[in-house]
């Protein structure tokens, strides 16, 4: 009778695991979430004051609003999408690209829509202040409401 011997090569990834010094899962999951979340209160300053700044600059009483650049409004749509995160349950997120949208067929057109524009700002500070309170299919309209207007 012959002898069977059994040869296993190492396992680096359990080494490792065994091996003092890793991180666990768990833990890397944790410190994701906290450095995350460090990013709450300046994500939400920047929130606020591009949507006041979007306001100074292209809202209703906005003294020379025509003068403004269909860019200048995209790109401070586009940074109300980075930012919106800690505020997603509020559509503010979604509303934003929706006036980016508009913005985009304005552009497009060569022409302001001020009434498409107006409704999406009156939207984005409703959602942004009361957003998160509004039963979901309310939100939800009013957010494909701000598409179709986008669309048209």
Not at 16 to 21: A, E
Not at 54 to 83: C, K, Q, T, W
Not at 117 to 140: C, K, M, W
Request: hydrophobic share 45%; glycine share 6%; with cysteine.
């Amino acid at each position: 009778m012959s002898v069977v011997r059994k040869f296993r090569p190492p396992n680096r990834l359990a080494k490792m695991i065994k091996d003092s010094g890793g991180l666990m899962a768990k833990d890397a999951i944790i410190a994701a979430e906290a450095g995350v979340e460090s990013l709450r209160e300046v994500s939400l300053v920047v929130l606020d004051d591009t949507l006041a700044e979007i306001e100074r600059r292209f809202g209703p009483s906005a003294v020379d609003r025509n003068a403004e650049s269909f860019e200048d409004l995209y790109a401070l749509s586009m940074r109300i999408i980075d930012v919106s995160t800690f505020v997603s349950d509020a559509g503010v997120d979604q509303a934003a690209v929706s006036l980016a949208a508009t913005t985009d067929s304005c552009a497009e057109a060569g022409a302001w829509r001020w009434n498409a524009i107006d409704v999406h700002l009156h939207a984005l500070r409703l959602l942004r202040t009361v957003g998160s309170q509004l039963p979901a299919a309310d939100r939800q309209s009013m957010i494909e409401g701000l598409h179709k207007v986008s669309h048209r």
